[in-house]
């Protein structure tokens, strides 16, 4: 009984053993299911997208960045290229103390403080993971005394780049302009312009000139390399590349030996040359003195440096050629006796009496003209080759400011010339309606006078004054001006600028025969240039202007003597040859040069020379005793 | 010849050539895949060769020991086991990582934790075994008390996955033992009430590996990096796998942890969702035939145990492979058999001589 209670007990236990373990494999086949289905949903639904994360992980785009493309002159003389260096680059993300990482690092090589000046200046203006070059161009020596201690110093790198180098350094400088580090603004410029990612490898970007107005076509196409990493980033291999597209290289207009002509020519002037070929608009030089190193700032530069040339009273930053305004004086009379031709307001034999000045009817005020005593009678031709104010005061005052202002911007006075170089500005050609505007004022008579000698409002930046020039040289056809001749692919062939023809002005041949005889008998005994074709063997006409910096007041007299040198009238001389065929046309201004006659003139002439014959001239000396006799 | 064939008879005489079979193709399973995992180290590989070869050897020694033996041990090992647990407390106790969980002990340092493994389920059942004729709810209850003591020292080391394998391990010993459904129904509802109570109870960090796993992408550097990576693994195998040794996530050091807790991620990148089920089917045979043995098993103890051991080495692969595909918290549990390490393979190891033993020994056991 006993034994049949236990084994019925016994049973019962092992049935419900049993059940119990029937749901423990139940609740085992329950969970594996869960991961079974688990698996499916990663491996088969979410595939695709851990597939993705996967690559993420392990694949980085590598940007390869393109060689620059260089900048030829119209003969192949190399005005800027690539050179490739080393420098010792710090990633400021990975030293927590720069100060004593300098102080260490200067022990192996020398730092100047302007170095640390311009690296501390650069971390503060782009902030990033990358490295920050503190030195560059190191040598051979330096390389390998950094290297063989560069495990002392995590965060600190050698690499090796490539740099931009300018062989014709300051002769070019406000031409070429320069390359530097991309800033903040850049980048912001740069995403604006949706290229941003044509960008990710690139250190450098243009900031003036050349330079800057073409960077589309000489910074290339970023490469790509596809590089498989591990979980501490290193490569292991690279998966795929697309090379990159080196930029375009360009080929200038310009003549890298009359540049430097031109250059050489101003001496220790300061001023601006620009000179065109009349017949397609090509700009011959270019010329802003003075220049400066523009290597200076391919890395940033210091502060130093940069107030020195920022605060310099000779503003060597300010491209004078291309935003330097000034009003044009007398340069602006054959342009004015065209006006006066044009509307029959003069005949070329009509003359005048001058008696050294002029009053507007009923007013006692005197315009005065710059001789003092007049030029006797005058007219038209000898108005020119004389310069003679008071012809032009009655011109201006019975043309009347509306048609000056509708004759003098058809030769391009007060715009932009679309000249193709970056932060050109459009002087100004002054009218009642902008009176009006600007100065909430009426238009006096008085100033329409002071108009017609190229003063009052009137301002001109050189290279809208050799367009003008150029435009009357080559009888009122005028050419687009541009600085790049050909784009250059790497890949060879060129693709040429094509020679824009802009208008033609259909000026009367009789009125531009006698403007331009008049021009060239500026330029011999007895006109205002006399020095300059004295023995060329070529033709040349020109005008001398002059431009005043401070206003004389009534009744008195100009004397250079008296005044500061950088109050001095500036001078301008327009110039094309040869006359009766011209291939040059040129507008010169020296600041605070006195008088165009003098000064300008001959720098013309040098340039002309050298383009016409051939001929390297000698630097011209400063003249500051000549300056004395202001005659105009 | 006669002798060899004996020798090899007596050698043999208390295997399971069923469990073998599978015992020997996790081996397999777990050189192959190491050999990847270490990016072709075969230092590492020869090392868990060595941990195997060890391994086995103690399964053997445990698969010939009777199991009265094995019950005479109960007392003695869970006792040795409350010592040295209670010693890895005082100033002996060897930290690492954060973790107090390990005793010098000279020669080397020990794991404590490991033995109660086997311990602590092989406690409870002789104690079940002892009062097997007059069970009452007391029993259950000090039974209760013998499992939760250690799992709470351990927990405190803290070491949430040893705590929780071996809280597992006795919670099937109490269920196959018949604790009643009221019960643990009561328990359960006990326990989600004192959750609160219980969190707070927790290490910052494993609140932080248990947050983790609602996302990980909370702190995709930090913390959730280990599920992240491991998920990323799995995923990108895709159904094929990428194939053995080309796993970029392994190859490229994504994957942390890769030849420990971590190992099934690199199998499942290299070998797929089909890798995955053919592992998953060898585990789904040696779990089988643990259940066919504590079928058959004939004493309640051997029941307990046998029905024991088998479970938590479900429990094992599961809480691996959850936590590697991310659909539990990252605990620190190595992939039954396959994950470097010789400690867990011998002691699951000797789970499996205890289960052999069982299993060949009944016919000279009486009921």
């Known amino acids: 009984m006993n034994r049949y209670v236990e084994l019925k007990n016994h049973q019962r236990e092992i049935y419900y053993f049993r059940l119990r373990l029937v749901l423990s494999l139940g609740f085992v086949a329950v969970m594996l299911l869960i991961l079974l289905l688990r698996f499916f949903y990663l491996q088969v639904i979410r595939h695709d997208y851990f597939h993705t994360m996967a690559d993420s992980n392990r694949i980085y785009v590598v940007p390869i960045v393109p060689n620059r493309g260089l900048i030829l002159d119209r003969n192949g003389v190399v005005m800027a290229k690539n050179y490739s260096g080393y420098t010792l680059e710090i990633a400021p993300t990975k030293v927590k103390d720069m100060d004593g990482l300098i102080a260490e690092l200067s022990r192996l090589v020398e730092i100047t403080p302007k170095d640390i000046k311009r690296f501390k200046k650069l971390l503060t203006e782009r902030q990033t993971l990358e490295t920050m070059p503190l030195l560059s161009q190191l040598t051979d020596e330096e390389v390998a005394r950094i290297s063989a201690q560069q495990y002392r110093f995590p965060g600190v790198e050698i690499k090796a780049r490539l740099f931009r180098e300018y062989p014709y350094t300051d002769v070019t400088s406000h031409l070429i302009g320069y390359v530097g580090r991309i800033n903040q603004k850049d980048i912001d410029q740069l995403e604006e312009d949706d290229a941003a990612s044509n960008y990710l490898g690139s250190d450098y970007i243009g900031k003036t000139g050349i330079e800057q107005s073409y960077e589309k076509d000489l910074h290339g196409k970023t490469g790509f390399e596809q590089v498989e990493v591990d979980a501490s980033g290193r490569a292991v291999r690279v998966l795929s590349r697309t090379a990159p597209k080196s930029g375009n290289n360009l080929m200038l207009t310009l003549d890298a030996k009359l540049q430097e002509v031109a250059e050489k020519a101003f001496g220790d002037y300061r001023g601006a040359l620009v000179a065109l070929d009349p017949t397609n608009g090509e700009v011959l030089a270019f010329v802003s003195k003075p220049g400066y190193d523009p290597s200076l700032f391919i890395d940033g530069i210091d502060t130093d440096t940069w107030d020195e040339l920022n605060n310099s009273p000779d503003t060597p930053l300010n491209n004078r050629a291309l935003r330097g305004q000034y009003p044009p004086g007398s340069t602006i009379k054959p342009f004015m006796a065209l006006a006066g031709l044009y509307y029959g307001t003069r005949s070329p034999t009509h003359g005048i009496s001058d008696p050294g000045y002029y009053m507007l009817p009923g007013s006692r005020h005197q315009y005065r003209d710059w001789k003092v005593g007049g030029h006797g009678s005058v007219d038209m031709f000898k108005s020119i080759v004389v310069s003679c104010d008071t012809y032009y005061y009655g011109l201006a005052n019975e043309l009347g400011i509306d048609n000056m202002h509708s004759y003098l911007s058809r030769f391009g006075f007060g715009q932009k010339t679309g000249l193709d170089m970056e932060g050109e500005v459009s002087g100004l050609l002054p009218s009642p309606e902008w009176k009006a505007k600007r100065y909430n004022q009426i238009w006096y008579p008085g100033d329409t006078v002071s108009a017609g000698i190229g003063q009052g409002y009137n301002l001109v930046t050189p290279v809208q004054l050799a367009f003008a020039t150029a435009i009357l040289a080559n009888d009122g056809v005028a050419f687009q001006p541009h600085l790049v001749k050909e784009v250059q692919p790497p890949s060879g062939g060129g693709v040429p600028t094509v020679i824009k023809r802009l208008f033609d002005l259909k000026i009367d041949p009789a009125n531009l025969k006698l403007v331009k005889s008049a021009m060239e008998a500026v330029t011999k005994p007895g006109g205002t240039a006399s020095v300059a074709s004295y023995g060329a063997p070529y033709r040349i006409a020109g005008k001398t202007g002059t431009a005043q910096v401070i206003a004389i007041k009534q009744g008195e007299k100009y004397d250079a003597k008296k005044i500061s040198e950088y109050n001095r009238d500036h001078a301008w001389f327009i110039a094309f040859a040869p006359a009766d065929k011209p291939r040059i046309a040129m507008a010169v201004l020296v600041e605070n040069g006195g008088h165009g006659g003098t000064t300008a003139a001959p720098i013309a002439r040098k340039v002309m020379d050298y383009y016409l014959l051939g001929k390297i001239p000698q630097p011209l000396q400063k003249v500051t005793d000549k300056t004395g006799d202001a005659s105009d | ?367």
């Open chain 2, 1 to 367: 010849m006669m002798n060899a064939r004996l020798l090899k008879q007596r050698f043999m005489q208390h295997l399971d050539p069923v469990l073998l079979i599978a015992l020997g193709g996790f081996a397999l399973v777990s050189l192959v895949l190491l050999y990847s995992a270490s990016d072709g180290s075969w230092m590492r590989v020869l090392s868990q060769a060595g941990n195997i070869v060890v391994a086995f050897g103690a399964m053997w020694i445990v698969a010939n020991m009777p199991l009265h033996w094995l019950m005479r041990l109960a007392v003695p090992m869970y006792v040795l086991g409350m010592i040295l647990l209670l010693l890895v407390m005082t100033p002996l106790g060897v930290t690492s990582h954060g973790a107090t969980r390990w005793l010098n002990i000279g020669l080397a340092t020990i794991q404590p934790s490991e033995l109660m493994k086997i311990a602590v389920p092989l406690m409870m059942a002789w104690y079940f075994e002892k009062h097997e004729a007059t069970l009452k709810l007391r029993n259950y209850f000090i039974a209760t008390i013998l499992l939760l003591v250690p799992v709470a020292l351990i927990a405190k080391q803290p070491d949430l996955g040893t705590s929780i394998l071996i809280g597992a391990s006795g919670f099937y010993v109490l269920f196959l033992a018949g604790l009643s459904w009221r019960i643990m129904i009561g328990s359960a509802l006990a326990a989600a009430a004192s959750a609160p109570f219980l969190w707070s109870m927790l290490h910052d960090y494993q609140r932080h590996r248990i947050m983790m796993l609602f996302d990980p992408s909370q702190d995709a550097l930090g913390k959730g990096y280990h599920t992240i990576q491991g998920m990323i693994a799995v995923g990108s195998g895709g159904i094929l796998g990428k194939g053995y040794l080309n796993g970029t996530q392994t190859h490229l050091d994504f994957l942390p942890e890769r030849t420990t807790d971590f190992i099934f991620a690199v199998w499942s990148e290299e070998f797929g969702l089909i890798g995955n089920m053919l592992l998953l089917g060898l585990y789904i045979f040696v779990i089988g035939r643990g259940f066919i043995i504590t079928a058959n098993a004939s004493t309640y103890f051997t029941r307990l145990m046998a029905g024991s051991i088998t479970l938590t080495f479900f429990t094992y692969t599961f809480v691996n492979m959850g936590m590697v595909s991310g659909i539990l918290p990252v605990v620190g549990v190595p992939l039954p058999l396959i994950s470097y390490g010789g400690t867990s393979m011998l002691t699951l190891m000797l789970g499996f001589g205890i289960l052999m033993s069982i299993h060949t020994h009944k016919k000279l056991v009486k009921t």
